[in-house]
């Protein structure tokens, strides 16, 4: 299917490290997209990153994108305790989205 | 603040009842999007509208309908309410399906 299937399920880090989370997915793709949601709240687009692109970056965020494995990496540096949400990838290939369960990433301070 | 607005904000009623909740698209765009959210089902694509005509179907259940009006504002119906609607019901737009999405605060319906 079109979803992603995003791992870790759940990540706890401390503020200042790095948090890498994974993105899987099963068909062919014209982009694919990371959203975060802070809890209760509407999803909130991060980066969009096209089948042509390897990688892209944005702030202290680093999206890369292996179209031959299928899969997409999104890596948040100095990670803050704001960061703490639900990251969640969004493969697309022709219209709709369709979101993985997402990876809940806790950040202590 | 994403551009998108939904009303309301909270809604509780009671079984059996239809409620109808209303989204207006970021100014532009095109393309209307509604999902739902619940605990055990996580994030569930619903269904799509571009400028008026509906686009994808996903995981509509009949008992739902929606539309696009001439202004591209878009309104989600429930009807005959269960427990289990119970949800946040999110709406979100984007120039064209191909770009990302922005999305509203969402609407938390509560069915008693």
């Known amino acids: 299917s079109q979803q992603g299937e995003e791992d870790p399920q759940a990540l706890s880090i401390q503020e200042g490290e790095n948090a890498t989370m994974n993105c899987s997915y099963k068909t062919s793709i014209n982009n694919l997209q990371w959203y975060r949601q802070n809890s209760g709240r509407g999803l909130v687009h991060l980066i969009l990153?096209?089948?042509?692109?390897r990688e892209k970056h944005s702030g202290r965020l680093r999206v890369t994108l292996d179209t031959s494995k299928k899969s997409s990496s999104l890596l948040i540096t100095a990670s803050r305790a704001a960061d703490t949400a639900s990251y969640f990838c969004a493969p697309q290939g022709t219209d709709k989205l369709i979101f993985g369960t997402g990876t809940r990433l806790q950040v202590f301070p | 603040d994403s551009g998108v607005t939904q009303t309301p904000k909270h809604l509780i009623t009671a079984t059996g009842q239809r409620v109808t909740l209303r989204c207006s698209p970021r100014s532009g765009d095109l393309s209307v999007y509604w999902y739902q959210q619940s605990l055990d089902q996580g994030l569930q694509f619903l269904i799509q509208y571009y400028n008026g005509e509906e686009r994808a179907k996903g995981n509509i259940l009949e008992r739902f309908s929606a539309q696009q009006f001439p202004d591209l504002h878009s309104e989600l119906n429930l009807s005959s309410l269960e427990l289990g609607d119970s949800a946040l019901y999110f709406c979100?737009?984007?120039?064209?399906?191909?770009?990302?999405?922005?999305f509203g605060p969402g609407t938390r319906l509560t069915v008693t």
């Open positions: 979100a737009s984007s120039v064209n399906p191909a770009y990302e999405q922005y």
């Open positions: 990153i096209r089948s042509n692109e």
